[in-house]
C-alpha cells in the first residue's frame, strides 16, 4: 500500500468511526475538513471503500441519500451504499492510532493525524508532535545551511522565496514547541480520549477568556489552520 493510499484508509476510518456516511458524504468531508484531500477524487475514494469492504472493516448498507448529494441525472435521487465500520474496523483504526512511527510526522501525514488528535491518547500525541519537531528542525538545518551556500548566486526574488519557506517552517516550529508545552502542562482539547482526561477542580483552572479565545486544549495557530511548510526548497 503507497503512503497516500495509508493515509485516505485512515482517514476514511476514523470519519466512519464518528457515524456510517455514503461516499458523497466522505468526499465532502475529506475535502472540507482535512485539506490534504482536495485533490482526490471518486475515483481515488471507491477503491479504497471496496478494499476496506474486503478487509472486513467496513460493511455496506442500503441507506437514503442526504439532501445535499448530487441527483442521478436519468433516474433521480436513489438509494445509496452507506459505509459502516465494523467492530474489526474499530480495532484496526485504533492499531492505525497508536502508531508513532516516521509517517505519522511527515508532511502528508501529520495534518491528518493530528485531525484525529481528539480520540489519540496523551502519549502518543506527544510522541508525533515530538517527531514533527524533530522533523522541522533537521529541515531547517539544510535550508539554512543551503542558503548559506548559494547565497551569493542567487538573485533577490530566489532569495526572498528562501526566506519565505524558512519562515514557514519556523513558524511551524514555535506552534509545535506551544502544543509540546501545553500537553506536558495536561491542558488536552476538549473530546480527548477519556483514560488520559484530567479531573480539575474549579479553582485549578486557568481563566476563562471571551468567545475569541479559548483556554482548553492546544493552542490556536494565529492564521487559523495548520500551518503548512513548504519542503526543502534546497538540499
Known amino acids: 500500500m503507497s503512503r497516500r493510499s495509508g493515509v485516505l484508509e485512515f482517514a476514511v476510518l476514523g470519519l466512519l468511526r464518528e457515524s456510517p456516511m455514503h461516499g458523497y458524504e466522505l468526499r465532502k468531508r475529506l475535502n472540507t475538513s482535512l485539506g490534504v484531500f482536495r485533490a482526490f477524487s471518486y475515483g481515488s475514494l471507491y477503491p479504497c471503500l471496496k478494499t476496506l469492504v474486503g478487509n472486513g472493516w467496513l ?40 502508531h508513532t512511527g516516521p509517517d505519522a510526522w511527515e508532511d502528508e501525514h501529520f495534518g ?4 484525529f488528535f ?6 502518543v500525541r506527544m510522541r508525533v508532535l515530538e517527531g514533527r519537531r524533530s522533523r522541522l528542525e533537521e529541515r531547517l538545518d539544510k535550508m539554512r545551511a543551503a542558503m548559506a551556500r548559494t547565497r551569493e548566486r542567487l538573485d533577490d526574488y530566489t532569495l526572498e522565496l528562501q526566506r519565505h519557506g524558512m519562515e514557514s517552517v519556523e513558524r511551524e516550529v514555535r506552534w509545535l514547541n506551544e502544543l509540546i508545552e501545553s500537553e506536558r502542562a495536561g491542558r488536552h482539547q476538549r473530546g480527548g480520549t477519556g483514560q ?40
Open 118 to 123: 481528539g480520540q489519540t491518547s496523551r502519549d
Open 112 to 115: 491528518v493525524r493530528f485531525a
Open 59 to 98: 460493511i455496506e448498507e442500503s441507506g437514503s441519500v442526504s439532501q445535499d448529494a448530487p441527483a442521478t441525472p436519468l433516474s433521480g435521487r436513489r438509494a445509496k451504499i452507506v459505509y459502516r465500520l465494523t467492530a474489526a474496523g474499530k480495532d484496526r483504526f485504533e492499531e492505525l492510532l497508536s
Open 196 to 235: 488520559d482526561r484530567t479531573t480539575e477542580r474549579d479553582e485549578d483552572r486557568p481563566p476563562q477568556q471571551d468567545q475569541s479565545g479559548d483556554t482548553d486544549g492546544p493552542p490556536r495557530h494565529r492564521g487559523g489552520s495548520l500551518p503548512d511548510p513548504s519542503d526543502d526548497t534546497a538540499k
